[in-house]
T-cell receptor
Framework: AQSVAQPEDQVNVAEGNPLTVKCTYS??????LFWYVQYPNRGLQFLLK??????LVKGSYGFEAEFNKSQTSFHLKKPSALVSDSALYFC???????????????FGQGTTLQVKP | SQTIHQWPATLVQPVGSPLSLECTVE??????LYWYRQAAGRGLQLLFY??????ISSEVPQNLSASRPQDRQFILSSKKLLLSDSGFYLC????????????FGDGTRLSIL
């Protein structure tokens, strides 16, 4: 079965320090992977995606993610965290089950990032 | 550019009352459309998706229904709301290509009294 796991409910970092939010996945075939951020009472905002090519993907707001096929991981990273990065982060993988092109995503449960000044 | 609109932003309804939430997309055609529910600011539950006008797929049995009367309009409805229908409802769209992300509206906070 296809799935996405975000093993940490919450990640705490100090402003200016690097941050990592972890994501592992399980799919058949090549994965299409996505990261989203959600601020309180708002919808999800797309940050970045991995489809193919370079394993290091750069996205919005200075975020990047590293695709690791052998470890089936797609961790979100940022070299220097800002207080304004505090939010809920979701990893997702394209659902390849069934027929047709539905564009459905399988989401992880989310990780709350807390950046302390 | 493409935009997605959801309304209302917040809604308070009594148990047993009907519901209609609307979502529209601008700047694209033939989008895939999705309704999600998010409980307590955590995980997302896909409720319905649609790949074309009049084509609705339900992901979970429930008290809700969805309709797509026009290409870029997606409506979430209920005839009689339950307390358990409370939550944050999100609409999203994506192009037909499977390598493109979904894009979300700003959601509707639904409280059932």
């Amino acid at each position: 079965a296809q799935s996405v796991a975000q093993p940490e409910d919450q990640v705490n970092v100090a402003e200016g320090n690097p941050l990592t939010v972890k994501c592992t996945y399980s799919v058949s075939g090549n994965p299409y992977l996505f990261w989203y951020v959600q601020y309180p009472n708002r919808g999800l905002q797309f940050l970045l995606k991995y489809i193919t090519g370079d394993n290091l993907v750069k996205g919005s707001y200075g975020f990047e993610a590293e695709f690791n096929k052998s470890q089936t991981s797609f961790h979100l990273k940022k070299p220097s965290a800002l207080v304004s990065d505090s939010a809920l982060y979701f990893c997702a993988v394209r659902d390849m089950s069934g027929s047709g092109n539905t564009g459905k995503l399988i989401f992880g449960q989310g990780t709350t990032l807390q950046v302390k000044p | 550019s493409q935009t997605i609109h959801q309304w209302p932003a917040t809604l308070v309804q009594p148990v047993g009352s009907p519901l209609s939430l609307e979502c529209t997309v601008e700047g694209t055609s033939n989008p895939n459309l999705y309704w999600y529910r998010q409980a307590a600011g955590r995980g997302l539950q896909l409720l319905f998706y649609s790949v074309g006008i009049g084509q609705i797929s339900s992901e979970v049995p429930q008290n809700l229904s969805a309709s797509r009367p026009q290409d870029r309009q997606f409506i979430l409805s209920s005839k009689k709301l339950l307390l358990s229908d409370s939550g944050f409802y999100l609409c999203a769209w994506s192009p037909g290509q499977s390598n493109q992300p979904q894009h979300f509206g700003d959601g509707t906070r639904l409280s059932i009294l």
